[in-house]
């Protein structure tokens, strides 16, 4: 499975930003798409997934992010990161991730990320 993400800018403190990830390769077999973050100085997080039936998944309970939403369009096999009311905090690396169960935890596939700015 391969995993190409794009999308990448730098947007004001309030701001949008949409993320893409397309797929390929042996996409039938992967129950769960997410998204990552890695911001300068921490280790890369889980932040937000979408299973094979299209239900969002997270990385508990306190760790949902309401600005931030994930789609998948199945036929295009491409994933999607709408984010709204961006802060600075937001700022770093993002990773589009592939895998089974619960892939904001853990993922078996890795995109070569894209950077966001917030200032």
């Known amino acids: 499975v391969q995993l190409v993400e794009s999308g990448e800018g730098s947007v004001q403190t309030g701001g949008s930003l949409r993320l893409s990830c397309a797929a390929s390769?042996?996409?039938?077999?992967?129950?769960?798409w997410s998204w990552w973050r890695q911001s300068p100085g921490m280790k890369r997080i889980g932040i937000v997934g979408?299973?094979?039936?299209?239900?969002?998944?997270?990385r508990d309970i306190d760790s949902i992010p309401g600005r931030f939403t994930i789609s998948r369009d199945a036929a295009e096999n491409t994933i999607y990161l709408q984010m709204h009311s961006l802060k600075p905090e937001d700022t770093g690396e993002y990773y589009c991730?592939?895998?089974?169960?619960?892939?904001?935890?853990?993922?078996?596939?890795w995109g070569q990320g894209t950077q966001v700015t917030v200032s």
């Open positions: 390769g042996q996409t039938k077999m992967i129950d769960c």
């Open positions: 979408i299973d094979k039936h299209g239900i969002t998944l997270y």
């Open positions: 991730a592939a895998g089974w169960g619960n892939c904001v935890i853990d993922a078996g596939y």
